[in-house]
């Protein structure tokens, strides 16, 4: 795992993408990488993921130009499904993964950040789509997630120009959830981890997949998704717990995932 690295602390990991020569553009190599180290990550004990890049300059500059260039069309196919397979796992991870968006964030970049449960980003980050500029679309998700991030008009305007946006347009459009100084992202980023590892990991997961499958739908399917996963909380240590301590008017609560 050569281009990403993995670190926990506490119930908090932290995977950083570590291509710093090339921006951290995002090669096959990469998303086998990043594939392997999700795979290492142990669901019971950590309970929230921060996904950042190394370095100041870029957080994950785009996908891999020179790799890209030659590629046949069955093999841009190829290389699509193997990022969004991979993205979509991230989407889908059972614990929640905050992007900490460390510069730029173009192409590649913006798009696994969109697959992320949110983004918190640097007062220098820079987001885009620009493969218009390149002769081809958005090939990991960006045409599906941008639009819904920041809906049609402005996914399809960003795309359509292939003009990048700073930190600041991000936060206006909804894209980013806020914006920090470079020095405070990182650990902003883990306060906010650590916030949400405190909370039945149970409940959380749940409410993810209540969100993530309720958009897919029409509220009144998405309503039948939420009253069944909101009752798979019941019965459980952890709400036992949680209810317990709050009808004690006790601060201290043990959620064991369970």
């Not at 950590?46 to 100041?56: P, V």
């Not at 841009?76 to 964030?105: H, Q, S, T």
């Not at 003009?163 to 020095?183: F, S, T």
Request: with cysteine; charged share 25%; glycine share 10%.
């Amino acid at each position: 795992m050569s281009y990403v690295k993995y670190e926990t602390e506490g119930m908090v990991g932290v995977i950083t993408i570590s291509r710093p020569e090339a921006l951290n553009a995002l090669n096959s190599q990469v998303l086998e990488d990043l594939n392997s180290v999700l795979d290492s990550v142990d669901v019971n004990e950590i309970r929230a993921l921060i996904l950042t890049g190394e370095g100041e300059k870029s957080f994950v500059a785009g996908a891999d130009i020179a790799e890209m260039s030659e590629m046949t069309k069955a093999e841009a196919e190829a290389f699509g499904k193997k990022g969004n397979d991979l993205f979509l796992r991230i989407e889908n991870f059972r614990i929640p993964v905050i992007a900490a968006v460390n510069g730029f964030a173009l192409g590649g970049g913006c798009e696994i950040s969109m697959s992320c449960d949110f983004r918190i980003c640097s007062d220098n980050a820079v987001f885009g789509q620009p493969e218009v500029g390149l002769g081809i679309t958005p090939g990991f998700g960006g045409t599906q997630r941008l639009a819904r991030l920041v809906g049609a008009g402005m996914a399809k305007q960003m795309i359509y120009t292939a003009r990048n946006i700073k930190a600041d347009e991000a936060l206006r459009i909804g894209l980013v959830n806020a914006v920090y100084p470079q020095e405070e992202l990182l650990p902003q980023a883990k306060k906010i981890a650590q916030g949400i590892a405190k909370n039945a990991p149970i409940a959380v997961a749940n409410s993810k997949k209540a969100i993530n499958d309720g958009l897919q739908v029409s509220i009144s399917e998405g309503a039948v998704i939420e009253e069944k996963l909101f009752g798979d909380c019941f019965e459980t240590h952890d709400q036992k717990e949680g209810m317990s301590a709050f009808l004690e008017k006790r601060k201290e609560k043990v959620f064991t995932n369970n």
